[in-house]
């Protein structure tokens, strides 16, 4: 008999195909009423697979009697409860790679694309409006200074491509990092306040949740731009709404939200934001690498051997500069 497997969350469709061919596997994003359908299944359930996004809490972990095992997909920097993981003997894996430049990759092309209103202008030839008007004009990068907040690896990378597009840097974080080339701002909304472009890419903690208010926004300016590849509570999208909605800045580039993947109609509705879904680790390699990996986990757990991927409490706290734990 195959083991069952609970999947929380949509992952790569290779690899959930590759997954429902070795075992028995229930969607919990498909049910209409999850807690029921769990309840219905939780003493069958020996395996969950889930993503950094979703995780797995003690609450739900505790309503899997026979849980021996957590894949991740990705990396879930806060998001599965190690110490109740460790206390019932389940172990929990991920799928190690480095998404730093691809996400600073994206990053910068919403930089680009924001200021440059490259979306915007993009709608305005396709609608015909070029025959009779001109277009809107954007705003150049050369001479403007980035605002990283959250210099780990992907805010580093963020500044390095900034600094190549004639962009000075300036930073924000917890301290200072040592040997850093750019401009250290102890105070982020003196960081908003330099930047024309603030860059949000540290990861989601108690402490950054909610960490660019309103007031944040108000420093960044009626001339300033946000972007944010890290994790969408990280900006208070309320605050959000209202600073582009009342001019009081002048457009963003968002790829993560509060509610994925639900968008506010506000933002959807603007012709001053770009919006992109949750693809900041999205590329073919990195998708079938994770594949490749979980399988792997999952298989050496169900035959008995070595699990090569055992995420350590070290290891996931210590998310290495990486903006988010990215399904």
């Known amino acids: 008999m195959k083991p069952e497997v609970l999947v929380i969350a949509p992952i790569y469709p290779p690899t959930l195909a590759a997954i429902e061919r070795e075992f028995t596997v229930h969607k919990l994003w498909e049910e209409t009423d999850p807690e029921a359908f769990l309840a219905g299944i939780a003493d069958r359930v020996r395996g969950v697979v889930t993503v950094g996004s979703h995780g797995l809490g003690r609450v739900r972990m505790e309503a899997l009697p026979k849980l021996e095992i957590i894949g991740c997909f990705g990396t879930p920097y806060g998001m599965v409860d190690l110490d109740a993981a460790q206390a019932r003997g389940v172990i929990v894996t991920n799928t190690p790679d480095s998404i730093v430049e691809i996400v600073a990759d994206l990053a910068m092309g919403l930089v680009i694309a924001v200021m440059r209103r490259i979306c915007e202008t993009d709608r305005f030839v396709r609608a015909g409006k070029w025959l009779s008007a001109f277009p809107p004009m954007g705003t150049g990068l050369t001479g403007k200074t980035c605002g990283i907040v959250g210099l780990g690896g992907i805010g580093a990378g963020v500044a390095r491509r900034a600094a190549a597009c004639g962009m000075s840097v300036c930073y924000h974080g917890r301290r200072e990092k040592p040997g850093a080339a750019w401009t250290y701002c102890a105070d982020l909304e003196e ?90 680790s999205s590329t073919k390699e990195v998708r079938e690498s994770r594949g490749e990996k979980l399988l792997a986990n999952l298989r050496a757990h169900f035959s008995g051997r070595p699990v090569p991927h055992v995420l350590t409490r070290e290891r996931d706290r210590k998310p290495g500069g990486q903006a988010t734990g990215r399904a």
């Open 191 to 280: 960081a908003a306040r330099r930047a024309d472009c603030l860059v949000v890419t540290c990861p989601l903690t108690p402490e950054t949740r909610g960490l660019v208010t309103g007031r944040i926004l108000d420093a960044l300016g009626p001339e300033g731009f946000l972007v944010n590849v890290a994790r969408g509570p990280v900006v208070e999208e309320g605050a959000l709404v209202a600073a582009l909605r009342e001019g009081r800045i002048a457009g963003a580039g968002l790829d993560v939200y509060w509610d994925e993947p639900r968008v506010p109609g506000a933002l959807a509705g603007m012709e001053n934001v770009v919006l992109t879904p949750h693809i900041g």
